[in-house]
């Protein structure tokens, strides 16, 4: 995961070159310039983390080469939009944008969760990637017996995980896919309507 590392690497830099600076002045005053360089630090640090700087001059060829250098993980499965892609692996999913150039970092403004929805029927988001007409439903529910049927609104090619739960009947479904939303959506489980 170089995301990491490259951000421990630019912390002791600034650190660094701030604190070189601060001695060649005329007031150095060595604890309050440290307390500064730190602090400073970990505002820089901080803002890189929130808006990666490296999607400035890196671009990507796949959202897989974004997902292996922000994270740690195998990769489950990829589900392609038309200016995105979402990776979804074993401990998260991950929603990569596309430019023309190629696939970039995501940052804090890359996605917009446009419902977040938890009932009697699972919990279900709908994501929005920004500046984009992709939209992304991940969501979760449970089922008796390992057999269930799942369709949606827009005829979305929606992907299913189904998990047995300990030595109970019930399964965990796991759903996710790239989506058409629009107002009105929902989804259609096992013939019943969940409005979202």
Not at 79 to 99: H, M, Q, Y
Not at 127 to 153: H, M, Q
């Amino acid at each position: 995961m170089l995301y990491g590392l490259f951000r421990i690497v630019l912390f002791l830099i600034i650190f660094l070159i701030i604190f070189i600076l601060m001695r060649k002045s005329n007031t150095f005053r060595k604890k309050r310039n440290i307390i500064v360089s730190l602090i400073l630090c970990i505002i820089v640090c901080a803002i890189s983390f929130l808006i990666p700087i490296e999607n400035l001059v890196i671009h990507f060829k796949s959202p897989q080469d974004v997902f292996h250098y922000i994270r740690i993980g195998e990769i489950e499965d990829t589900v392609d939009g038309n200016e995105s892609s979402l990776i979804f692996s074993s401990d998260a999913f991950c929603v990569i944008p596309k430019t023309e150039t190629g696939y970039k970092i995501p940052n804090i403004f890359s996605t917009n969760t446009i419902r977040d929805e938890l009932n009697r029927n699972g919990n279900y988001k709908i994501i929005e990637v920004e500046n984009t007409n992709d939209f992304y439903l991940w969501g979760a529910t449970l089922c008796k017996g390992g057999k269930i049927d799942i369709t949606d609104s827009s005829h979305s090619k929606l992907r299913t995980i189904i998990t047995k739960n300990g030595n109970s009947d019930y399964y965990t479904v796991l759903i996710y896919g790239n989506i058409n939303y629009s107002d009105g959506y929902y989804l259609i489980i096992d013939g019943e309507k969940i409005q979202l």
